[in-house]
């Protein structure tokens, strides 16, 4: 089994900036592309970015692209995502996803991931 843990949510104002961490743990070796959710009160669950197993392919959904940074460091076993220019409609929890395939397709989709983490809180204030 793999484990998910998200840390670095917060209160921060528009404009501001967060790095949230997802750390993997257990049987990591079979855990490839990483991705990013967040789910608002009242929506659906949402792609905000991914990541591919060496770091080489990024994605990020339209809303995020040019205040977003998806990375990874595969020693670590941690990828995050750094939040740049922060508006009140990004406030969601975020969580993290991880894949057992090794296929880079699909990946906006929540159905491509297998490993979940529990989720970090983040609220910008206008």
């Known amino acids: 089994q793999v484990q998910l843990v998200e840390s670095g949510g917060g209160l921060v104002q528009a404009g501001g900036s967060l790095r949230l961490s997802c750390a993997a743990s257990?049987?990591?070796?079979?855990?490839?592309?990483m991705g990013w959710f967040r789910q608002a009160p009242g929506k659906e669950r949402e792609f905000v970015a991914a990541?591919?197993?060496?770091?080489?392919?990024?994605y990020y959904a339209d809303s995020v692209k040019g205040r977003f940074t998806i990375s990874r460091d595969n020693a670590k076993n941690t990828v995050y995502l750094q939040m740049n220019s922060l508006k009140p409609e990004d406030t969601a929890v975020y969580c993290c996803?991880?894949?057992?395939?090794?296929?880079?397709?699909?990946?906006?989709?929540?159905?491509?991931?297998?490993?979940w983490g529990q989720g970090t809180q983040v609220t910008v204030s206008s």
């Open positions: 996803a991880g894949r057992s395939s090794s296929s880079n397709t699909a990946l906006g989709s929540t159905r491509a991931y297998g490993y």
């Open positions: 257990g049987r990591t070796f079979s855990v490839y592309a």
């Open positions: 990541i591919s197993w060496l770091g080489s392919s990024t």
